[in-house]
């Protein structure tokens, strides 16, 4: 099991089991995560409690769940280093998510967009869960005094509201919740729908072309980049009204870490067709050597069992300081 050091920041991050984990989950997550093992005590959590906010069928959800992890291991977490745990088996997170319910207001969570866009998309289920997540987020990074919580462009409005609800604890009963920072690189942080460009690439998306899985076989990879939503230019610039050919800028440059200028320059008097190409090829070979370490893991169940029950113990032992502190000071009797 891992040591905590003193001296190094505590990083926390989550991902949802809540579909097949896309190139916008690695590039605007995970892919940081694995640069950031080094210089912090990181530790991570496959968030299946957040997932069932919105229906999960229960074999494909359990699958969802074993492949998160992999991929996770895959992408080069280390659990060694980075202690990876399953959040549903931490019973911290829910006890000290209703403790924070408490201290929310209804004005606070109506105002997430995130609430908001998926109330609109599932409008035969707007869950109290659904309406509650923030809060549960809070506490899965409050539990751990995270100092950094690196996320997507689109987890920002959360994390702030972490920090407020950190604060009014804070200011009523004294030091017991660190303030995090968010942590959002500016490579990759936004990755867009291949279909709908002005909307954020999202692994719930129904339409299958819209999204490249991590997982994706390179002719999948290849053939919903031909099918990516461009404009009538044809030139490949980052440009206003273009929103379709930024993205792949984007995503070209995230992946092979060449500027915007460089890009333009290496396409000019080429076709959409050419670059939409190279971009597929770019990515399909980042993604390659992660889809042959997924499937080593994946299928490897003892060895995932083992991990993620070493994470849990690890996450259990730290939560529960916290929790314990916030209960006591709040009033409740001591078990
Ligand atoms: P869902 O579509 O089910 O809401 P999601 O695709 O948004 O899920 P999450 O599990 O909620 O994925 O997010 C995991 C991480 O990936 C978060 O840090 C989030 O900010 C990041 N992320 C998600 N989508 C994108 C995107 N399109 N571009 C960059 N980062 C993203
Ligand atoms: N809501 C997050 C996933 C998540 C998370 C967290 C991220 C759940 N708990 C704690 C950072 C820290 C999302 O990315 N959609």
Redesign the pocket.
């Known amino acids: 099991m891992p040591e905590t050091s003193e001296k190094k920041k505590v990083i926390l ?4 089991p ?2 097949t984990i ?1 190139l ?2 690695y ?4 892919r940081n995560w694995v640069n950031l093992q080094n210089d912090y005590n990181c530790i991570f959590a496959v ?1 299946d409690l ?2 069932i906010t ?1 229906r999960q069928d229960p074999k494909q959800f359990r699958q969802n769940i074993y492949n998160a992890y992999a991929l996770l291991l895959a992408c080069g977490i280390d659990p060694e280093k980075s202690p990876v745990f399953i959040q549903s088996h931490v019973h911290t997170h829910t006890e000290l998510a209703w403790i924070l319910n408490c201290f929310t207001q209804f004005g606070e969570l109506s105002r997430m967009t ?1 609430f908001k866009d ?1 109330s609109r998309k599932y409008s035969n289920n707007i869950n109290a869960g659904l309406f509650t997540y923030p809060t549960l987020m809070a506490a899965d990074i409050l539990l751990y005094r995270a100092d950094m919580v ?6 920002k409005q959360h994390l702030e509201l972490a920090r407020d609800i950190a604060e009014r604890f804070n200011s009523i009963y004294g030091n017991v919740f660190k303030l995090p920072e968010p942590y959002i690189s500016n490579i ?5 729908s291949l279909q709908e460009p002005t909307k ?6 129904e339409n299958v072309n819209s999204w490249i899985a991590v997982l994706d076989k390179p002719e999948t990879i290849m053939k919903k980049f031909k099918r990516a939503v461009t404009d009538s230019e044809a030139v490949v610039r980052i440009g206003e009204g273009k929103d379709g050919i930024n993205n792949l800028i984007g995503i070209m440059s995230a992946v092979t870490g060449k500027t915007n200028d460089d890009i333009t320059a290496e396409f000019e008097g080429k076709g959409y067709g050419d670059f939409k190409t190279a971009v597929a090829e770019a990515v399909i070979e980042e993604l390659r050597p992660i889809q042959t370490k997924f499937n080593e893991y994946i299928a490897n169940k003892d060895y995932l069992e083992e991990q993620y029950r070493k994470g849990a113990e690890f996450a259990l032992k730290l939560s529960l300081r916290t929790l314990d502190k916030a209960m006591n000071k709040i009033g409740f009797i001591a078990k």
Do not use: C, E, W
């Open positions: 991050s989550a991902i949802q809540s579909g896309t916008g989950n590039l605007g997550a995970l968030a957040h997932a919105v995130q998926k690196p996320v997507g462009a689109d987890q990759g942080a936004r990755v867009m954020k690439m999202s692994k719930s998306d």
